[in-house]
């Protein structure tokens, strides 16, 4: 036997033995870390299926309330939306607390609608965007079925010139002024809507046309 094939074979024997010794040492943990991949793995998917389900489920659900909504069966759609409320996932339940209110007002309970959409306003747990739409809504609500002073305690400070609301809050604080002959307060937010580059070109359309209309009945002071 050569030198080289001797040093070759001793090699060999000290990497079988070096690989055994970190076999015994190691392999339990190589093995656990294994399994505790495979079934990390399968929870995983496991509650992504779940996830996706109830989602899906609640989306179902929304989709017939609106539905029957929608046919004008209110009292079935207020059911099946007080349903979701309680069970349902996601955005899913504050969808339905906002729908809900909107259908009350169908129904003619303005004052329950309104109620409602306070209390989503109310709601420290719901991000600032969507409470300031539920004070929205219930201020246009209240345009008609309220005071200027119910309609300003919601929606005044969404009148700020840099509120993402400004324009829909200035109309409806500006038709609420106009109902109770407060024409000067009026004008004035619907001259802000008109001269407001950012509005919407309808908003500016109707806040041109109710300037105009107040100019005309010479109650603008």
């Known amino acids: 036997m050569s030198d080289d094939s001797f040093f070759r074979e001793v090699n060999d024997e000290l990497r079988k033995e070096q690989a055994k010794a970190l076999w015994d040492r190691f392999g339990p943990l190589a093995i656990a870390l294994a399994v505790f991949i495979v079934l ?12 996706e389900s109830r989602a899906n489920r609640s989306g179902d659900a929304f989709s017939q ?3 029957l909504a929608n046919d004008g069966k209110n009292d079935e759609a207020l059911a099946a939306l007080e349903t979701l409320e309680t069970d349902g996932y996601g955005a899913y339940p504050l969808l339905a607390r906002m729908r809900a209110a909107t259908v009350l007002a169908e129904k003619g309970d303005f004052d329950g609608a309104v109620k409602e959409f306070d209390a989503v306003a109310a709601d420290g747990s719901i991000p600032a965007s969507i409470r300031d739409i539920a004070r929205l809504r219930a201020a246009l609500l209240l345009v008609d ?6 309609v300003s305690a919601r929606v005044e400070e ?3 010139d840099t509120a993402t609301l400004r324009h829909a809050a200035r ?3 500006g038709l609420a002024a106009w109902k109770e002959g407060k024409s000067a307060d009026a004008l004035k937010l619907f001259e802000q809507i008109s001269s407001d580059d950012g509005a919407p070109r309808n908003a500016r359309q109707r806040a041109t046309l109710m300037s105009e209309l107040i100019r005309s009945s ?3 002071s």
């Open 40 to 51: 990390a793995t399968a929870a995983f998917v496991a509650y992504e299926y779940w996830v």
């Open 218 to 220: 010479g109650n603008a």
């Open 65 to 67: 309330a609106l539905t």
């Open 145 to 150: 079925h309220g005071s200027y002073a119910d």
């Open 171 to 173: 109309e409806a604080l």
């Open 158 to 160: 969404l009148t700020a």
